[in-house]
C-alpha cells in the first residue's frame, strides 16, 4: 500500500516502471463513492428548497441525431468492455480476457476516429468548445449554456484526454503482443514501456473516474431527461428553455 | 620389453580417498575463524563501473570487508583480454565485480543485494560475424580483437562480405592470421572430387564438476591457498605473481582437482583465486570463497566456437589433395584460444592433406570465457571434417574406411603447419585393430537399412592432439630408509598422470610399488615444475623428467657404490633395490646404505650443489628447501626433437530414428595409438571419458546467449546438455596398439584429448549415413536439426549463428 | 542496486501530490499478520551413518549443508546446489536422494546415509567402494561419493542388476569426466562382490 | 535478475503439518506467504535464487491421508504427495494405469523421482528460461515476454495457444491424467472441489502467473483415475534433449480402447506444445470408429499440427507433434 507505480529491475538489474499500482483501484473506487456519495447528499438537501423540474411533455427538440446516439452508445460499450475486461483480471477473475480487451479497443479507436472527423467537419464542433465564458457559467446562475453547460463540456473533454491516452497507449501495448495483423516486435526499450503501462493505468483510473461520475450523472433526476435524449434524441422544448440559453443554441424541432 | 610397473595396473593413492570421501577439494576444508566471500558479478554484457557504492552493506552486521578491482589493481588492470581477477570493464554476464566476506554465504548475499553498482552501458555482441560486420558492435574496450604483443585491434568487413560469408560463401576478407604450404590451386585442379561448405560449431562451456571455489589464508607472512589446477606446480607458479607474493611465500594447496579440461591447466585462466587471498590479506581473516554453478558456467572457460569455411579436393584415387580453411573464432568475452590454427593444423596431420591453406580470424564476443577445452580446434572440426570424407568416398566409389586408409598418417610422415615429423605413428595399425573389433565389414553391411522408422548408420572417426612436451624438471629422492620419493607437482584431476608418470622413475630403479612415495598435493612438499597437465602432454613429459631425476639418481648411486666399494661407476649394476659390482653381485650397498652415504656426503648427491644449470627458478627453490635431506635425483629434461601425436580412431553404429531425432548408439570402439601403455585402466578411463566428450560435441552441448539482452540462458547441467550415462553408451569398447614411441624413455605419449575427437568424428559420421549422407556441416547436430531436415522444414536460425540455436 | 532511485522517487513524488488527497488507508494488507504458532524447531536430532546427531538446522537449510558445514561430513559435494548433476546424492531411509535439494528437517526422521559411513569400523570397504578401486572408476573423483550412494541405493533395492538396470540407477549422476562406462563396470562387479 | 548468483536461501519459516486439518488451516491462515511444499524439487531452486521468496513453507508430505495409492469403486486415488518412483513402480498402476507409470518413470532423473511428488511435477512452474532467470516477464507480472520476440530464444517453447507468454507445460505426467480422464481433488479449509485433469492447467490467456487453477489456501490433495480408460492401449513417449534429466520437447500420452483394430474411442494429450497439456480433440474424433493403419496415422498426423503457430527456432515441433500422432495410431 502506498505504492503508486510499480517497478521492477529490468534484465540488466536496473529499476524501471513496470506500471501503475492496483491497489490505487480501490482508492479510486472508493474516492468516487464518497465524492458522488457526497454530491447526491448535498443535492437532496438542496432538493428541498427548489423542486421545479422542467415538463418532458409538449414540443420537442432535437438534442442528439440518431447516428450520434449509436456512437456514444457503441462507444459506451467499447469502454464498459474494456474496463471489464482489463479489470476483472486484476481483481482475480479469470478468463480470458486479452482477446476481448483489444477487440474492444479497436472499436473504441475506430469510434473515436470516426467521432472526431464527423465532429470537425459535419457537426457544430464550436458547440463543444470550452471558452472564457463557460467558465463563468458555474457562479453565475443567470447564465445558461448553450447546447452544452459547462459540466457537459468539462466531461466531454476530460473523457477526450483520457481516452485519447488510454487508445494511444493501448494501440502501443497492442503491438507488443501477437495479433491477427502483425507479430509482436520489441519496439520499445522495457523502460518506455514501463512508461506506457503507467500511462495506460492511470488513465485507466481516471476512465474509471470518470465513467463512474458520469452514469451518476446520467442517471440523477434533474438530468435524466439527458440521459432520455441519448435514447430517444430529444427533449422538450421547457426543458431546453429551463437549462439552454436559445440565443447560443437553437435546436431544430423534432418529428 | 618386460616392464616392472609401466602397462600394468595399480591402485594410485588417491582413489581410496576418492571412494571415501575423505580426500579434500579446495571447498572441503575450514579454518579457525573462516568468514566467507561471495561475488557481485555483471550483470551487463559490456558496461563500465562508474561507481561502486557498499556504505550499506559494509554497515551491515557480519560483514568484513569489500575487495574491488581497485584493490587489486591500484595502478589499473592489465591491458589484454585474459581474465582478470575482478574488474570495472566487464565484457560479459556473470564477470566479477567485487568481492565481499561475510560471517556466512547468506549474509554475504543479502550484502550484496545492497550495494548500489552504478554501471555505463556499452554496445555488446554475441556472435562475432556481427562484430565483424562494418558498424557491428566491439566485444571489448578497444576492438573486437586483441593481436598478441601488439594490442586491441578492429577487424571489419563489408556488410556483403559478411552476408556472402553466413550465405555459405568463401570469405573474402583478409584473414588476421594464416598459413600454407603445398600448390592449393593445383591439388584442387587434380582433384576428382570438391566439397566445399559453411560450417559452424559450438563453443560450449568446461563445467568441470568442482566450481573453481578457493579458501586462503596468510600465516607468518605466507599466503596459504588450497584451489583447483590441473597441475599444483605450474598453477602455483603463475598464481604467485597475481597475487602478487613471493613464490617462496605462497604455498599452493591441491590435493583434488574436480576437473579440469584445459581451463586450470595455467593461473591466467583461473585467476579467481587470488579473490579470496587478496581478500584474506585485506581482511586478515581466512576467506572461503565459494562459487556457484552459474558463476563456473560464466567464467569457467568455454571453447571456442568456429564459423567457418571449408573446401577439400580429393584425387579420384581417395588422396585427399587440397584443403582450405576459413574459421573465424569466437574469443568470448575474456580470454580466447588458438582453436583454429589448431584445426587446419589437424587436418593436415590426420589425413597427411598435399596443399593446405589456413586463414583464421579471432573475434570477441561478450559472452562466456574462453579458453583451450579438451582438443582446442582439432575436436571441432574433426565432426565436420569426417562427413565430408564419407561424402568424398561415396562420390569417388572408394569404401569409407580405405578412403582413411589412403590419408593415414603413418610412422616416418610429417604433417602440420610446419611439416613436422612424427615422433612416431601408428594409425594404420589403429585403423585396423579397431575395424576388426567393431567387425566392419559386417556391420557396414546394414549401412543406411531402415527398420521401421530407425536407420542404422555408421560412423568412422580420426582425432589427433600433438600429445607430448619437453623442458621440465624432475626431482626424487632416496631417503635414508631407502624409500623412493618422487615429487610430482603434476595434479590430480583424474588422469592418475601424477601417478602413473611416477612410475616411470620406480621403472627405473626396478622399486617395489610399496617403497615408493609420490610427494604432492602442495607445493610446500616441494615440488619441480611440471608439466600443466595440458594438451595431453603429462605422461610424454613427465615421465622424460622421472624417468630422467631417476637415472641421476642411479648414477649417483653406482658413483657412491664406487667412492664406497672402488671401481668406476660403469662397474656397478643394481638389482632388489641394492647397488653391486657387476662382477662380484655380492659386493653391493642396500640403496638404504647408500642413501645414508650420499646424506653424509651432502653437496651434489643430496642436491646441495651442481644443480643443473637449465633448472627452472621453481625448481630451484624446491630442491634447495630439500637440499642436504636426501640422496637426490635431479632432471632438467632437454628438448625433444619431433612432433609426439596422440592418435585415436572410433567405429560406431548409430540407430536414428528419423522421426524423433533421437538415436541410440548401437556400438562404439575406440582404439589409441599413444605409443607404449604405461596405465592401462586409466588410458581406459581417458578413452571412455573423451568418447563422452565427443558425444557431448557432436550432438548435445550447447552455448546459448541470449541475443535482446546479453544474457547466458544455459547455465547449469541441465540447459548446457552435458551428457548423462543414458545418452551415452552402455558399453564402449576400447583397445590400443600399444606400441612405443622413441622419443619417450618408456615409449608413452599422450590421449586424453584425441580420444575426444575420433568419437565426434565418429558420430558425426554415423548421423550423416544414417540420413542417406546428409551434411549438417554443424556441431552438435540435434534432434531439432535432424526433424526439421527429415521432415524438410526450413529453420529461422540465423545461418553461422553462434552461441544461438543453429539451423 | 538502485540506479534509479533519484528518478523514482521524482515520479513517485509528482504522482503522489496529485493522487495523496485520496489515499486514506482504506486498503490495509494482511502483511505483517503474527505466523501460525507450530513452525519447526532449530534444534534436531538426526541420525546420520547409524549415530544420532544433534545439530542446529535453520528451516531452510539443505542436507548438504548440514552435512558439510555443521557435521564435516565433505565427502557429500556440492557440483550445482540445484539438483542437476548428482554430485551430493545421500541415501535417505535406503532411497538415493540429492542432499542439495532436501531440507534437513524434511528428513530429521529418517536414516541419513553419506559416503563416509560405508566403510566397515575394520576399514573395510564398502563392495561398491571396493569395486569402484579395483575398476578405477573414479576419474576427477567429484561426482565418486554420489555416485557410490547412488549405486549402494541401487544394489539395496536390486542385488543382481543387468548392465542396462545399473545404467538407469545411476543415470541420475553426471560424470563430467565421462567415466560411466567404468563405473557402471564398477557396479556389475560391485554387485558379484556383494 | 540481480548482479549476484544467489546459492543459499534466505530466512523461512517451516511447518510440518502431520494431519490434513492442520495443513489446510496453515495454508488458509498464511495464504500467499505460505509456500506448499512437496517434494521440494522446484522450490528450493526460486528460493536459492531469491527470484521467489516466500515467509514460510508447508510442508504437505508428512500428511499421510495426502500419500499413498489405493483402489477405489470407480478406479484408483493417488494421494498427491506421492512419490514418482512409488507412482511408476506401484502394481496397481502399472497393471491398469501403465501410461501413468511410465510418464511418472521418464521424470527428471530417479534421485528427483525418489523425492519429488505427484502433485509437485503437476504444479511446477514454467521452465522457460527467461523466467527462471528472475526476469520479469508476463509470468512474473511484467509486461514483456522475451521469448516470444524476433531474436527470443524460444526453440522450447509453445506452438500452440499463446497469449502473450509462450512457455509450456513442462510436466510428464500432466499429459498422462488428461489422457487417462484423471479428476482432481483440490482440498482447502473451506472444503473439497473435484476439477477435471484437463480443466486443472490454465493457460495464461486465463491465468498469466500461474499455471494450474488452484486459488490461495488450497491444495491438490488426490488425483483420481478412473476405471474407464483403465487397461486401455497406451502410447506414451517423450522426446527431450537428453534421456534423462530433461523436459520434453514434445511428449505424447494416448489412451486407445481398440478392438479388432478398430479404435473404438481415444484420448490423447501432448505435453511441451502449449501452456497446457494440449488435448487433441480433433485427432481423437478422426480416429473414432477407424480401422488402425498407415494410412490412418499419415491422415491423422496432420490434423494434430493444425493451428500451429511455431517461433523463430521450434517449428521442428509440428513434424514432431505429427510424428508422434503417429507413432500412438501405429502403437
Redesign the interface.
Known amino acids: 500500500m502506498g505504492e503508486i507505480v510499480r517497478y521492477k529491475r529490468d534484465v540488466w538489474g536496473e529499476e524501471v516502471i513496470l506500471g501503475v499500482s492496483w491497489d490505487l483501484l480501490w482508492v479510486v473506487a472508493v474516492a468516487v463513492l464518497v465524492l458522488l456519495a457526497a454530491h447526491a447528499t448535498v443535492m437532496a438537501v438542496l432538493a428541498n428548497k427548489k423542486m421545479d423540474m422542467p415538463s418532458g411533455e409538449g414540443k420537442r427538440v432535437v438534442r442528439h441525431e440518431s447516428i450520434d446516439r449509436w456512437f456514444h452508445w457503441v462507444m459506451a460499450l467499447s469502454i464498459f468492455a474494456l474496463i471489464l475486461t482489463g479489470i476483472a483480471p486484476i481483481v482475480g477473475l479469470r478468463f480470458a480476457w486479452l482477446n476481448w480487451h483489444w477487440m474492444a479497443g479497436l472499436l473504441l479507436s475506430f469510434i473515436t476516429v470516426v467521432h472526431i472527423v464527423r465532429s470537425l467537419f459535419w457537426q457544430d464542433f464550436k458547440s463543444m468548445i470550452l471558452g472564457p465564458r463557460d467558465f463563468a457559467e458555474p457562479f453565475d446562475s443567470t447564465r445558461l449554456p448553450g447546447k452544452y453547460s459547462f459540466e457537459q463540456k468539462g466531461m466531454h473533454w476530460a473523457v477526450t484526454v483520457v481516452v485519447m491516452t488510454v487508445i494511444a497507449t493501448g494501440l502501443l501495448m497492442f503491438l507488443q503482443i501477437d495479433s491477427p495483423f502483425w507479430e509482436r516486435t520489441n519496439s520499445m526499450p522495457e523502460s518506455q514501456l514501463g512508461l506506457v503501462f503507467l500511462l495506460h493505468g492511470l488513465s485507466t483510473l481516471a476512465l474509471v473516474a470518470l465513467a463512474a461520475t458520469h452514469i451518476y450523472f446520467a442517471i440523477r433526476p434533474e438530468k435524466l431527461f439527458y440521459t432520455r435524449s441519448m435514447f430517444k434524441g430529444w427533449i422538450s422544448e421547457d426543458e431546453m428553455k429551463a437549462n439552454h440559453d436559445p440565443n447560443l443554441w437553437s435546436p431544430k424541432q423534432a418529428d | 620389453m618386460a616392464y616392472m610397473h609401466i602397462g600394468k595396473d595399480f591402485v594410485p593413492p588417491d582413489v581410496n580417498g576418492k571412494v571415501t570421501g575423505r580426500i579434500k577439494y579446495a571447498e572441503d576444508y575450514t579454518r579457525e575463524g573462516m568468514v566467507y566471500a561471495r561475488l557481485l558479478t555483471s550483470p551487463i554484457p559490456h558496461a563500465r563501473v562508474v561507481n561502486i557504492d557498499a556504505t550499506e552493506a559494509l554497515a551491515m552486521d557480519g560483514v568484513f570487508g569489500l575487495l574491488t578491482a581497485d584493490d587489486v589493481y591500484p595502478d589499473g588492470e592489465p591491458q589484454s583480454t585474459g581474465l582478470k581477477v575482478l574488474t570495472n570493464e566487464p565484457t560479459l554476464v556473470g564477470e566479477p565485480i567485487l568481492a565481499l566476506a561475510a560471517i556466512d554465504e547468506k549474509t554475504a548475499e543479502t550484502a550484496i543485494s545492497k550495494i548500489s553498482v552504478t554501471f555505463e552501458r556499452l554496445p555488446f555482441v554475441l556472435d562475432p560475424l556481427d562484430s565483424l560486420a562494418e558498424g557491428g558492435p566491439d566485444a571489448y574496450n578497444g576492438g573486437n580483437t586483441y593481436v598478441f604483443r601488439q594490442g586491441f585491434a578492429s577487424e571489419k568487413w563489408s556488410a556483403d562480405q559478411v552476408a556472402s560469408f553466413r550465405a555459405g560463401n568463401e570469405p573474402t576478407a583478409e584473414p588476421q592470421q594464416t598459413f600454407a604450404y603445398g600448390d592449393l590451386d593445383a591439388a584442387l585442379g587434380e582433384s576428382a572430387f570438391v566439397y566445399e561448405t559453411a560450417f559452424t560449431t559450438a563453443g560450449y562451456p568446461h563445467q568441470s564438476m568442482e566450481p573453481r571455489s578457493a579458501m586462503a589464508y596468510w600465516e607468518n607472512g605466507k599466503l596459504y591457498l588450497h584451489g583447483t589446477s590441473q597441475s599444483l606446480s605450474a598453477l602455483a607458479d603463475g598464481m604467485a605473481s597475481i597475487v602478487g607474493v613471493p613464490q617462496e611465500d605462497f604455498v599452493f594447496i591441491n590435493e583434488a582437482t574436480g576437473g579440469g579440461f584445459g581451463q586450470r591447466a595455467r593461473a591466467n585462466s583461473i585467476p579467481s583465486m587470488a579473490i579470496p587471498a587478496k581478500m584474506s590479506q585485506k581482511i586478515n581473516r581466512p576467506v572461503m570463497m565459494r562459487v556457484t554453478r552459474d558463476e563456473e558456467t560464466a567464467i569457467g572457460g568455454a571453447r571456442q566456437g568456429f564459423q567457418g569455411w571449408i573446401k577439400c579436393g580429393f584425387k579420384a584415387d581417395g588422396t585427399m589433395a587440397a584443403a582450405d580453411l576459413y574459421i573465424i573464432s569466437d574469443n568470448g568475452g575474456k580470454g580466447g584460444g588458438g582453436d583454429a590454427y589448431s584445426a587446419a593444423d589437424c587436418i593436415s596431420i590426420l589425413y597427411q592433406t598435399e596443399a593446405v591453406r589456413f586463414r583464421g580470424t579471432s573475434i570477441g564476443s561478450n559472452t562466456g570465457h574462453r579458453g583451450a577445452q579438451r582438443g582446442p580446434g582439432q575436436n571441432q572440426i574433426a565432426a565436420i571434417i569426417a562427413p565430408i570424407l564419407d561424402k568424398a568416398a561415396e562420390e569417388l566409389g572408394i569404401d569409407r574406411l580405405k578412403i582413411r586408409q589412403i590419408n593415414t598418417p603413418q610412422n616416418g610422415d610429417v604433417g602440420g603447419a610446419r611439416q613436422i615429423p612424427f615422433t612416431s605413428a601408428y594409425m594404420p595399425e589403429a585403423l585396423k585393430m579397431g575395424a576388426e573389433q567393431f567387425n566392419l565389414e559386417e556391420r557396414m553391411a546394414r549401412s543406411r537399412k531402415r527398420n521401421g522408422t530407425k536407420v542404422t548408420g555408421i560412423g568412422i572417426g580420426q582425432g589427433y592432439h600433438d600429445a607430448g612436451r619437453s623442458g621440465m624438471d624432475g626431482i626424487v629422492r632416496l631417503t635414508a630408509d631407502g624409500r623412493l620419493k618422487v615429487h610430482n607437482g603434476v595434479g590430480n584431476l583424474g588422469t592418475y598422470s601424477y601417478a602413473s608418470t611416477s612410475r616411470a622413475a620406480a621403472e627405473v630403479l626396478q622399486m617395489p610399488w610399496e617403497h615408493v612415495d609420490i610427494v604432492t598435493g602442495r607445493t610446500d612438499r616441494h615440488l619441480p615444475i611440471t608439466s600443466p597437465q595440458d594438451g595431453s602432454n603429462s605422461i610424454f613429459t613427465n615421465t622424460r623428467t622421472n624417468y630422467g631425476a631417476a637415472m641421476d639418481l642411479l648414477n649417483k648411486m653406482k658413483e657412491l657404490a664406487a667412492m664406497e666399494l672402488g671401481g668406476d661407476a660403469a662397474d656397478y649394476d643394481f638389482a632388489d633395490e641394492r647397488v653391486f659390482k657387476t662382477a662380484a653381485p655380492s659386493e653391493g650397498m642396500t640403496f638404504a646404505e647408500i642413501a645414508q652415504k650420499g646424506i653424509a656426503l651432502g653437496g651434489k648427491f643430496t642436491g646441495a650443489s651442481d644443480l643443473p644449470e637449465e633448472l627452472n627458478d621453481f625448481t630451484k627453490i624446491s630442491v634447495n628447501r630439500l637440499a642436504g635431506e636426501s640422496l637426490m635425483g635431479i632432471y632438467h629434461d632437454t628438448p625433444h626433437n619431433n612432433n609426439p601425436p596422440g592418435f585415436t580412431v572410433t567405429f560406431t553404429e548409430i540407430e536414428m530414428d528419423i522421426e524423433t531425432g533421437k538415436y541410440d548408439i548401437v556400438e562404439m570402439v575406440t582404439i589409441g595409438d599413444c605409443g607404449t601403455v604405461v596405465h592401462p585402466q586409466g588410458l581406459k578411463n581417458q578413452l571412455v571419458g573423451g568418447a563422452v566428450w565427443g558425444i557431448g560435441l557432436a550432438g548435445y552441448e550447447r552455448h546459448l546467449y541470449d541475443p535482446q539482452n546479453g544474457l547466458p540462458a544455459s547455465t547449469g547441467y541441465w540447459q548446457s546438455k552435458i551428457p548423462t550415462m543414458m545418452d551415452t553408451p552402455a558399453k564402449i569398447k576400447t583397445g590400443w596398439v600399444d606400441l612405443p614411441d622413441p622419443e619417450n624413455p618408456v615409449g608413452a605419449r599422450g590421449i586424453g584429448e584425441p580420444a575426444m575427437g575420433a568419437v565426434a568424428a565418429a558420430l558425426a559420421s554415423a548421423i550423416s549415413d544414417s540420413l542417406d549422407g546428409h551434411l549438417f556441416s554443424a556441431a552438435p547436430v540435434t534432434a531439432d536439426m535432424i526433424i526439421n531436415h527429415v521432415a524438410g522444414v526450413t529453420s529461422e536460425a540465423v545461418p553461422l549463428a553462434q552461441n544461438n540455436f543453429r539451423g | 542496486?538502485?540506479?534509479?532511485?533519484t528518478r523514482?522517487r521524482f515520479?513517485?513524488g509528482v504522482?503522489?501530490s496529485g493522487?495523496a488527497a485520496?489515499?486514506t488507508?482504506?486498503?490495509?494488507?494482511?502483511n505483517g499478520a503474527a505466523?501460525?504458532a507450530?513452525?519447526?524447531e532449530r534444534m534436531i536430532r538426526i541420525n546420520i551413518n547409524g549415530q544420532v546427531r544433534t545439530v542446529d538446522v535453520?528451516?531452510?537449510e539443505?542436507l548438504a549443508?548440514t552435512l558439510?558445514y555443521k557435521l564435516?561430513?565433505?565427502?557429500?559435494?556440492?557440483?550445482?546446489?540445484?539438483?542437476?548433476?548428482?554430485?551430493c546424492?545421500v541415501l535417505v531411509d535406503d532411497?538415493?536422494?540429492?542432499a542439495?535439494?532436501?531440507?534437513t528437517?524434511?528428513v530429521k526422521n529418517g536414516r541419513v546415509e553419506?559416503?563416509?559411513g560405508?566403510?566397515s569400523a575394520d576399514g573395510t570397504?564398502h563392495p561398491v567402494?571396493q569395486a569402484?578401486?579395483e575398476?578405477?572408476a573414479?576419474?576427477?573423483?567429484?561426482?565418486?561419493?554420489g555416485q557410490?550412494m547412488?549405486a549402494v541405493g541401487l544394489l539395496r533395492e536390486n542385488p543382481n542388476p543387468t548392465?542396462?538396470e545399473a545404467?538407469?540407477?545411476?543415470?541420475?549422476?553426471?560424470?563430467?569426466?565421462?567415466?560411466?562406462?567404468?563405473?557402471?563396470d564398477g557396479v556389475m562387479r560391485a554387485a558379484q562382490i556383494g | 535478475m540481480v548482479a549476484t548468483s544467489h546459492d543459499v536461501m534466505l530466512d523461512i519459516e517451516l511447518y510440518q503439518p502431520t494431519d490434513e486439518a492442520n495443513a489446510l488451516a496453515l495454508a488458509a491462515s498464511l495464504g500467499k506467504d505460505g509456500w506448499l511444499l512437496g517434494g521440494g524439487q522446484d522450490t528450493y531452486g526460486w528460493l536459492k535464487d531469491r527470484n521467489k521468496t516466500a515467509s514460510a513453507m508447508i510442508e504437505l508430505t508428512q500428511v499421510d491421508a495426502w500419500k499413498g495409492i489405493k483402489e477405489t469403486s470407480d478406479g484408483i486415488e493417488i494421494g498427491a504427495v506421492t512419490t514418482l518412483t512409488e507412482i511408476s513402480k506401484n502394481p496397481l498402476v502399472k497393471e491398469k494405469f501403465a501410461l501413468l507409470a511410465k510418464a511418472a518413470g521418464v521424470v527428471a532423473s530417479p534421485q528427483i523421482r525418489n523425492v519429488g511428488t505427484l502433485a509437485g511435477n503437476l504444479a511446477q512452474d514454467a521452465r522457460c528460461w527467461y523466467y527462471r532467470r528472475g526476469l520479469d516477464c508476463y509470468r512474473a507480472g511484467g509486461n514483456i515476454c522475451y521469448a516470444d520476440s524476433p531474436e527470443g530464444l524460444n526453440r522450447e517453447h509453445a506452438i500452440f495457444g499463446a497469449s502473450r507468454c509462450v512457455a509450456v507445460s513442462p510436466s510428464d505426467t500432466a499429459p498422462a491424467l488428461v489422457a487417462l480422464d484423471a479428476t482432481m481433488v483440490i482440498t482447502s479449509a473451506k472444503g473439497q472441489r473435484l476439477v477435471s485433469a484437463q480443466d486443472f492447467f490454465v493457460g495464461p490467456d486465463v491465468n498469466i502467473t500461474s499455471m494450474t487453477s488452484l486459488e490461495e489456501g488450497e491444495i491438490l490433495t488426490a488425483v483420481r483415475l478412473p476405471n474407464e480408460w483403465a487397461n486401455a492401449e497406451y502410447y506414451f513417449e517423450k522426446v527431450a534433449d537428453r534421456n534423462v534429466w530433461d523436459f520434453a520437447l514434445v511428449s505424447i500420452s494416448a489412451a486407445m480402447k481398440v478392438s479388432n483394430g478398430v479404435i473404438e474411442d481415444s484420448r490423447i494429450a501432448c505435453g511441451a506444445v502449449e501452456c497446457v497439456p494440449r488435448r487433441l480433440d480433433d485427432v481423437e474424433n478422426a480416429l473414432r470408429g477407424q480401422q488402425r493403419s498407415e494410412q490412418l496415422a499419415e491422415q491423422v498426423a496432420a490434423i494434430a499440427s493444425e493451428g500451429a503457430e511455431p517461433l523463430n527456432y521450434n517449428h521442428f515441433k509440428i513434424p514432431l507433434i505429427e510424428n508422434l500422432v503417429k507413432r500412438a495410431v501405429r502403437g
Not at chain 3, 1 to 5: A, G, I, Q, V
Not at chain 3, 100 to 103: A, D, K, N
Open positions: 542496486m538502485n540506479l534509479n532511485l523514482r515520479i513517485k504522482i503522489a493522487a485520496t489515499t488507508g482504506v486498503w490495509v494488507a494482511a505466523r501460525p507450530g513452525a519447526v535453520a528451516p531452510q539443505t549443508s558439510r564435516g561430513l565433505t565427502g557429500t559435494k556440492l557440483g550445482c546446489n540445484r539438483g542437476e548433476c548428482g554430485a546424492t532411497v538415493s536422494t540429492y542439495c535439494s532436501v531440507l528437517h524434511s553419506t559416503v563416509e560405508l566403510e570397504l567402494q569402484f578401486v575398476e578405477l573414479p576419474q576427477c573423483g567429484y561426482c565418486t561419493p557410490i547412488a548392465r542396462e545404467r538407469q540407477g545411476l543415470s541420475g549422476n553426471i560424470c563430467r569426466c565421462g567415466s560411466y562406462d567404468s563405473y557402471l
